[in-house]
């Protein structure tokens, strides 16, 4: 019997220790945990998540022009000189044309350059500002010296549509060059010619470098119809004399665009609303 009872109480004690020691073990835990409270900039800055990098100038949304609304107003610098506002141009009916300029890399786009002479023609020949009461304002998303090295290309870029239309001897073309021929018959129906150094400047040539109109409408294009270069859509705008944008096309590809005769329509209908 004591025996037993020793047992059962060295059996308590070693329990009692037991219990002791890990408590005493805990203890010793949360004692070493040091806890340190952030100061008030800090907290601050754990609080609130780091803002997602932005450019200090990020590019303005589209807004794109809508038919049968009023047609944003923009002030542009002119090759020729000055500035222009469209506002400025109320009481007439403005024909806005948006080149592509650049077909690839150090090459204009020919058929830019062809309709841009044929416009300025129709312009002398039958006076067209004066009969359908119409501003033609032509826009390039280029700086001034970009735009000069364009109107200087003109002759030299007519000159190859001639030859390529009219060659020598066209009984010597290859498949591909009499393809090329027939094509450019097609495409140039008109035989257009400048004398080296004559720029026709009919109409006012806004500069837009920093393309603020280009963006603003949603038609410069870093990469367009299978070219990568800085260019625009090619893109007709018709505001009537209130201010009201009354037609507008943007191209699907360089050819795509409406043909002078048919615009003149667009602008006998705009005029016969008055």
Known sequence: ????KKATILVIVLIVAAVAAITIMFKGQAAGQVVTEPKPNQAAQQAQPAAPAQAQNPEPRPQPAIVGQPM????????QGGTLTLSSLRGQNVLILF????AAENYWCTICNYRYVELAELEKAKKIQEKYNVKVLVVFPYT???VKAWLEALPGQLE???ATKNPADPAKLDEKG????ERFRQIFPEDYSLAKGEIPTPFPILVDGERTLSKKLDLFRNEWSGSKVD???????I???NGVLQFKYLGQNTLDRPGYDYLLKVLEVINSNK
């Open 1 to 4: 019997m004591i025996n037993k």
């Open 239 to 241: 505001v009537d004399a």
């Open 144 to 146: 001034q010296d970009i």
């Open 72 to 79: 944003a107003d923009f002030t542009l610098p002119v090759y």
């Open 99 to 102: 080149p592509r300029g650049y």
């Open 178 to 181: 009499k393809i090329r021929m």
């Open 231 to 237: 260019q625009n859509i090619p893109s007709v705008y």
């Open 160 to 162: 190859t549509v001639r």
